[in-house]
């Protein structure tokens, strides 16, 4: 079964005024569905992969066949990112991080402020496209990453708990070239009760 486009969890507009509805159409109905399109032209070409699960094709990359490598980094990251990206937003103020998220950010980073401080700064630090993370690594201690491209810390041994899309494509059509800017009012739309349950 190729993969397919999930409806996203909530209206286009729905985090207006911080994402503006157009760039939630393109990004959802052009940008990831590309993604989906290119992942499953590459498992026709290597059907060995067609049972595995997205996350797997992410998190063991380096099994998957070199002839398609590239294009399941790149595409099957792009998917999985995503999907990942719309269910880590949320119509603002709607959700709420549980006491365990919150005491762990503040016994990693000292407060949120703190937090939010080091994740922009991964974020504007990354240069040309990619992605901010908060990941937990297998002992639990979390940290802030980025990573290029559609690249995907699950890849090395990280989970995701929170994660940002800074491709041009996510903010420019509203920021311009301010990405300090949407990363500022991108908080608005953090989905706390997601990024709760990523961290298990
Ligand atoms: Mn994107």
Redesign the pocket.
């Known amino acids: 079964m190729p993969f397919e486009l999930a409806p996203l969890p909530y209206a286009y507009n729905a985090l207006e005024p911080f994402v503006d509805e157009r760039t939630m159409q393109i ?1 959802h109905d052009k ?2 569905q590309a993604y989906i399109t290119n992942l499953n032209a590459a498992i026709e070409k290597a059907p060995e992969l067609a049972t595995w699960s997205l996350t797997d094709l992410v998190a063991k990359l380096g099994q998957t066949p070199e002839s398609v490598r590239g294009v399941i980094r790149n595409h099957g990251g ?1 998917h999985w ?2 999907d990942f ?1 719309w269910n880590v937003m949320a119509p603002a103020g709607t959700t709420k991080a549980t006491a365990k998220l919150s005491s762990a950010i503040d016994a990693n980073f000292g407060s949120l402020d703190n937090f939010k401080a080091e994740f922009e700064k991964s974020a504007m630090g990354r240069f040309g496209s990619g992605w901010a993370w908060l990941v937990s690594d297998s002992a639990g201690k979390l940290t802030v990453v980025s990573t290029a491209n559609q690249d995907n810390p699950l890849t090395d041994g990280l989970t995701p708990v929170l994660g940002v ?1 800074v ?1 041009e ?2 903010y420019y059509l509203k920021y311009q070239n301010l990405r300090a800017e949407y990363l500022k009012q991108w908080w608005n739309v953090v989905n706390w009760d997601q990024a709760s349950k990523n961290l298990g």
């Open positions: 990004h940008h990831h792009g990112n995503h990206f899309d491709w494509h996510a």
